[in-house]
C-alpha cells in the first residue's frame, strides 16, 4: 500500500507539472502588435503513451484504484481548471477560449488562447512548475521589451530553478524516456521586422525557436532564452 500512495503522488507530480509546461510537445504561437499588446494561442500535446504507462504502473501496484487512476488522467478539468484559475486571476490577461480534447488515438490535446495588455504578462504562461502556476513561488520568466531610437530589443528567458530536491529529481529521471524528440516550440510574429536574432529560422517579422523538454527538465543549467533586435 506504501509503495500505492508513493506511485500515486507521482501521478500527481506529473500531472501539476504538465500544466502548462507537459513534459511533451508545447507549441506557443505569439503575436505582439507595436503597443506591446498581443495574442498567444498554446496547444500542447500528450502522447498516449504517457497515459498506458501510468495506467500499467498503478495497475500492477492496486489494480483496484487503476480504473479511477486512469478516469483521473483523462479528466480535463483536472488540467484546465487550474489554467483557468490562474490565468483568469491575472491582471492584464484576457482568456479567450481553453478546451481539453481526448483524440482517436487515446493521446490528449489541450490548447488555450488570451489576450495580454502588455508584453510582460508572457511570463505567465511560460511558469514550469506547479508552485509557480499557484503563485507560491514567484515565477523565473523574465521578458524585456526595450525600445530605442530604431530598434526594439525582445528577450524571453526562463531558469529553472536548481532545487533541492533529490526525490523529484530522480523521478523526472525515471520518466525522462518520455521527453525524447519531445520541443517547447515557439513561433513569434513581431509588428517590425526582424533584424538579427538568436531563432532557429526567421522570415520578416516572424522568427521561431524550439528546445528540447529533455534538456530543459533534466540539465538545471539549461535555459530557454529568446532573443531578436527588431528594426522599426
Known amino acids: 500500500m506504501k509503495n500505492s500512495r508513493f506511485y500515486i503522488f507521482i501521478v500527481i507530480a506529473i500531472l501539476s507539472m504538465v500544466t502548462l509546461s507537459s513534459c511533451l510537445n508545447i507549441d506557443r504561437k505569439i503575436k505582439i502588435n507595436s503597443n506591446g499588446t498581443g495574442t498567444e494561442v498554446q496547444t500542447f500535446d500528450i502522447d498516449r503513451n504517457f497515459y498506458q504507462i501510468i495506467f500499467t504502473m498503478v495497475q500492477s501496484l492496486d489494480s483496484s484504484k487503476a480504473i479511477s487512476v486512469k478516469d483521473s488522467l483523462y479528466n480535463h478539468d483536472v488540467m484546465l481548471i487550474p489554467i483557468r484559475e490562474n490565468l483568469g486571476a491575472k491582471e492584464g490577461i484576457q482568456l479567450i477560449s481553453l478546451t481539453g480534447t481526448t483524440n482517436e488515438d487515446s493521446s490528449v490535446t489541450y490548447r488555450f488562447e488570451y489576450n495580454f495588455d502588455d508584453v510582460s504578462k508572457l511570463g505567465y504562461a511560460t511558469n514550469m512548475s506547479a508552485k509557480e502556476m ?73 522568427g521561431k525557436w524550439s528546445f528540447p523538454v529533455s534538456e530543459l527538465m533534466l540539465d538545471k543549467t539549461k535555459k530557454l532564452y529568446l532573443e531578436a533586435v527588431l528594426k522599426k
Not at 536574432?197 to 517579422?205: D, H, I, Q, R, V
Request: proline share 4%; net charge negative; charged share 30%.
Open 134 to 206: 499557484s503563485g507560491e513561488q514567484e515565477s523565473k520568466s523574465e521578458i524585456v521589451w526595450k525600445e530605442n531610437e530604431n530598434t526594439i530589443n525582445f528577450s524571453l528567458l526562463y531558469k529553472p530553478d536548481p532545487g533541492n530536491d533529490m526525490d523529484q529529481e530522480d523521478n523526472m529521471k525515471a520518466f525522462s524516456f518520455l521527453f525524447a524528440n519531445k520541443n517547447v516550440n515557439f513561433e513569434i510574429e513581431f509588428p517590425y521586422e526582424i533584424e538579427s536574432s538568436n531563432a532557429l529560422s526567421t522570415e520578416g517579422n516572424k
